[in-house]
């Protein structure tokens, strides 16, 4: 079966950037935007969970992804994201981005609730049916509590809207059952430090929050595993990469470490809402370390050949 849209390379999950009193800073999410697509990236994600959005109401969520799809000016495609806890809420995300153009939207399963298959699976297609866009499926089962399982796919795939899924299980055995037998769900990489074996094993698009302050890095391992097919040269790309997958894991900083990533590249991000707090001094020493090599180890690769 075709997908009626192909997900292809890498898509940013875009960071949300604040005022120090907490209000958007829209001017830094302009620059943010560009500098992405002058880089490169093959899509952006409004409404992520990078972007923060469990710290954003809807009309917020809403706010940000039409200043972003207005932005875009359809460049590279759009993908709005419609995780929440109230099945309404998914679907009044879903509905607006359908009305702004977003190419697709990102579904996840609603956290906390712990829906059975079946009920995950008729909680999608009610959201599904709001917009009538391309989905890219969400499956994060250590944030939501919910596995989207082989009954869940099922019952999805009877939609052709279905047409990707950003794994971020962490079981490798998800990306055997994924390729091997759902290969009408297009596999993405979810999971940062699994790049290289979702590559391998023909995953076309790869949704990584370091792309927000590491663009060509990403793009780099993406372009030798994918378009080169040379997984030697991918090896040495991702083993470059692994230190940052490290400080990106370690102590719930994620987010706050993308932020201050992309601050490095010169566009303040600003602080992180509550309950997360910023990074502390050795937290940014770190990251500035790795960063540095990083880029020079990958540069090096890059010129070899």
């Known amino acids: 079966m075709t ?10 999950p875009v960071v949300t950037p604040y005022h120090h009193d907490g209000t958007v800073n829209f001017d ?30 809807v009309a917020e969520r809403v706010e940000i992804a039409t200043f972003t799809a207005d932005q875009i000016k359809g460049r590279v495609p759009l993908v709005m994201g419609t995780g929440a806890m109230l099945t309404d ?10 009305e702004m153009g977003a190419d697709a939207i990102l579904l996840a399963s609603p956290p906390y609730a712990v829906p059975t298959d079946r009920e995950n699976a008729l909680n999608a297609l009610a959201i599904d049916k ?8 969400y499956n994060y089962p250590h ?32 990306v055997h059952l994924l390729a091997r037998d ?16 979702f590559f391998a094993w023909g995953a076309p698009f790869w949704v990584c929050g370091g792309s927000n302050f590491l663009p060509d890095e990403h793009i780099a391992l993406y372009q030798a595993c994918i378009v080169e097919r040379n997984f030697e040269k991918g090896r040495r790309i991702m083993s470059a990469m692994m230190p940052l997958m490290r400080v990106l894991e370690q ?55």
Not at 262 to 288: F, I, S
């Open 28 to 57: 830094t999410l302009s620059n943010v935007i560009e500098h992405l697509i002058s880089r490169g990236v093959h899509g952006l994600i409004s409404g992520g969970s990078t972007g923060e959005n469990y710290a954003q109401t």
């Open 3 to 12: 997908p009626i849209f192909k997900f292809e390379g890498i898509y940013t």
């Open 251 to 305: 102590g719930g900083k994620f987010i706050q470490t993308i932020k201050y990533g992309v601050t490095l590249n010169g566009m303040d991000t600003g602080p992180v809402r509550a309950p997360l707090k910023g990074l502390n001094k050795d937290d940014k020493r770190a990251l500035e370390q790795v960063v540095r090599v990083l880029k020079t180890t990958i540069a090096n690769i890059q010129a070899e050949g």
């Open 143 to 174: 944030r939501t509590g919910t596995l989207m399982g082989e009954e869940f796919l099922d019952r999805v795939g009877r939609s052709r809207n279905f047409c990707g899924i950003k794994e971020s299980s962490g079981d490798i055995n998800r």
């Open 89 to 98: 809420d998914s679907k009044s995300l879903a509905v607006a981005g359908r």
């Open 182 to 197: 759902y290969p009408h769900i297009q596999l993405g990489c979810g999971m940062d430090d699994q790049a290289l074996e």
């Open 130 to 137: 709001a917009a009538n866009l391309p989905v890219m499926l």
